[in-house]
């Protein structure tokens, strides 16, 4: 029998990207609100944005009947002598994740390309003697919080970072230990790239440990890829958007989540919308919800 994944949400729907941001909604309302839309599950966001105390925030979560199902942070091992900062900021994070009751640690690459301005800060692709490399770090970061946090780290490809398009996941994924490295399959980045999400699932059952739910605007893409734009300015133009109005369609990936059997897998809805009207989340987070819910396995 088919699993429902179980949905969720996260600050990044409410235009949320940084710890602190005076163009960000406050944590207070986006806990209204996200509870208010009818989601039951979050993640933490950026650290710093929610309360880092775990009594304050465990206090909180239980006003609004939310429990927590992920950290995020970004990472930077592809570079040299990077351990001691990326891990400086990975354990505060897990440290939260764990307090909150939590079992898995969402870890995005770092980006080539300044996701403000869109200047290139570094070469877009990894070397041939930089991806073993690589790997070899992240394999280090999923075993240290693995012992001491009890986590899983989810390794979600993103646009504008060394593992972006279908061929470089392909390769990471090869490249990392599979009893240590799962992914967070991000169906908006993985399009944005354009690679295929249905393929990733029937190829890598075993390695998709965790899913951000969200589409791409085809036509957006097109102006994106014509132009060359960074993905800052691709997600002020709308590149992510509501579903069902971009790609990938959801039922089918839905469908292809519910037979993923080996783990009780959380799908959380991450709609880019930095910066936003603070108005501007709450309808389309509502919209969304009932939206997933018509279209497949999901509680």
């Known amino acids: 029998m088919s699993k429902p994944a179980l949905i969720g949400s996260a600050p990044d729907s409410w235009g949320v990207w940084y710890g602190d941001d005076p163009a960000q909604v406050p944590w207070q309302r986006f806990l209204d609100e996200v509870a208010g839309a009818g989601y039951t599950r979050i993640e ?8 880092t105390d775990p009594s304050q925030l465990r206090d909180e979560l239980d006003q609004r009947g ?9 990472e930077h091992l592809h570079r040299k002598d990077s351990w001691e900062t990326t891990w400086a900021g990975v354990s505060a994070v897990a440290g939260l994740t764990a307090a909150m009751g939590a079992q898995h640690v969402v870890v995005i ?17 990894l070397t041939e003697q930089e991806w073993p490399a690589y790997a070899r770090q992240i394999d280090r970061l999923a075993k240290a919080i ?31 230990d599979p009893d240590l490295v799962s992914l967070c399959l991000d169906t908006g980045h993985i399009s944005y790239c354009d690679g295929d999400n249905l393929k990733l699932i029937q190829d890598y059952p ?24 960074g993905f800052g300015e691709a997600v ?3 590149a992510m958007c509501e579903p069902p ?26 709609q ?24 497949g396995p999901l509680r």
């Open 44 to 51: 933490l966001g950026p650290y710093g944005y929610l309360p």
């Open 66 to 74: 939310l429990t927590v199902t992920a950290g995020t942070i970004f």
């Open 109 to 125: 690459p770092d980006f080539w390309r300044d996701p403000a301005t869109g200047d290139v800060l570094e070469a877009a692709e």
């Open 146 to 176: 693995r012992d001491e946090f009890g986590l899983q780290i989810q390794f979600h490809p993103h646009a504008d970072s060394h593992v972006d398009t279908h061929q470089r996941v392909e390769r990471f994924l090869a490249e990392t």
């Open 206 to 229: 075993e390695r998709i440990g965790y899913v951000h739910l969200k589409q791409v605007d085809p036509q957006v893409m097109t102006k994106v890829r014509v132009e060359g734009l």
């Open 236 to 238: 002020k133009l709308g």
């Open 245 to 270: 109005r971009g790609i990938p369609a959801m039922p089918p990936i839905l469908d292809a989540l519910a037979a993923l059997e080996h783990v009780e897998l959380f799908a959380i809805v991450e």
């Open 272 to 295: 880019d919308l930095y910066p936003c009207e603070p108005d501007v989340p709450l309808p389309i987070a509502t919209r969304t919800l009932e939206y997933l819910q018509s279209c």
